[in-house]
C-alpha cells in the first residue's frame, strides 16, 4: 500500500477572460484553454454542469483534451439540491448522471452536490438524498462530495450520515460559510475561498504552507489538528486519500497562480 494518496490542486472552470494573458499566453487560442490549463494544473472544478445538461461528445472532448492523469470534478444539477424536499430528486438525478459524464472515463472525479446556504438540516430527507446517490454510472466508480452552507449542518449526526455512505462534506474555508472539516470518506474536498486578487498567489506564503501541510496530512489518512471538527470524539481509520484542493475566490485573478503555488509547496 502507498503511503500517501494523490494530492491534486486546481480552480474552478477555465474559461475566464481575465486569465487571458495573465494565466494563458497572449496568443493562445481560446479553443485551446483547456488544453493548456490542464498541463499547468491537476484538476479542475466544472461550474457550468450545475446550470446545464451538456452532451456525451462534449464530455468525451474533454477528455481527449487533457493528459493522463488529469481530473474534473463536476458540479452536479442544481435540480436535485435547490428542491424542498430531497428525497423527491431521484428522476432529476437519473438524468444528470446519464447525460454522458461517464464519457470523461479515468478523467472524471468526485460529483460536487452543492446545496443553497437556506438550505437547513433534516436528518431524515438528507438521509434519504444520500441513499440516491449511486456507487457507479456505467461500470465506472463515482465518488461524492457534499458542500453545505447552513450551521445547522454544523452537528455529529450529519458527520455519521456521511461517514455512513461514504460522502465526503466540502472543506470550505470561506468568511461565511461553515467549515466542516471531519473526514468521512477516502477522499478528502477542499475549497479554499479567502484568496485575494492584491496577493499573486491568492494566499501569503505562510497560509500556503499550512495549506500544503493539511493536505499532506489528509493524504497520509490522517486528520490535521489545526483544523475545527464537528465530532471531534470520531475515530477516523488510518489510510491514504486521495485529495483535491481548489482556489475559488471572489476575483480568482490569480486563482490559477495560486493553485500552482499551493502544489509547488507541497513537500517543501
Partial sequence: MTKSGTIRTGVGGWTFEPWRGHFFPESLKQKDELNYASRQLKVIEV?????????????????????????????????????????????????FLSSGISELGDHLGPLLWQFAPTKRFDAQDFEAFLKLLPAKQDGLALRHVVEVRHDSFKVPEFVALLSKYGVAPVCAEHFEYPMIADVTADFV????????????????????????????TWAEGKVPDDLPLIDGDRKVKTEPRDVFAFMIHEGKVNAPHGAIALQQALAK
Fill in 189 to 216: 474536498y477542499a475549497r479554499l475561498q479567502k484568496g485575494s486578487d492584491d496577493i499573486p498567489t491568492c494566499y501569503p506564503e505562510k497560509d500556503l504552507k499550512a495549506w500544503a501541510d493539511r493536505l499532506e
Fill in 47 to 95: 461550474n457550468g454542469t450545475y446550470y446545464s445538461t451538456q452532451k456525451p461528445a462534449v464530455f468525451a472532448k474533454w477528455a481527449a483534451d487533457v493528459p493522463d492523469g488529469f481530473i474534473f470534478s463536476l458540479k452536479a444539477t442544481r435540480f436535485v439540491t435547490n428542491r424542498r424536499v430531497l428525497a423527491e430528486a431521484g428522476e432529476s438525478m437519473e438524468r
